[in-house]
């Protein structure tokens, strides 16, 4: 069985994305689930520059507290 969740930025965000949570049930083991992140944005060089490693943190925690549920 596989879910999407899909988050987007408000109307506040200082530029466009989406965040898709890609939630799959293994085939081969009865309590173990993947997870994969996908982030999407729209920004220009110089807002990529200055957000990348902040967010790259952020989904580096994001996926790790994920593990514990």
């Given at each position: 069985?596989?879910?999407?969740?899909?988050?987007?930025?408000?109307?506040?965000?200082?530029?466009?994305?989406?965040?898709?949570?890609?939630?799959?049930?293994?085939?081969?083991?009865?309590?173990?689930?993947?997870?994969?992140?996908?982030?999407?944005?729209?920004?220009?060089?110089?807002?990529?520059?200055?957000?990348?490693k902040p967010l790259t943190q952020?989904?580096?925690?994001?996926?790790?507290?994920?593990?514990?549920?």
């Amino acid at each position: 069985m596989k879910e999407n969740i899909k988050l987007k930025s408000g109307t506040k965000a200082p530029f466009k994305f989406d965040i898709d949570i890609v939630i799959e049930a293994s085939k081969e083991e009865e309590n173990l689930t993947a997870l994969q992140l996908i982030f999407k944005a729209e920004m220009n060089a110089f807002v990529k520059m200055m957000v990348e490693k902040p967010l790259t943190q952020f989904l580096d925690v994001l996926a790790s507290k994920m593990q514990n549920f």
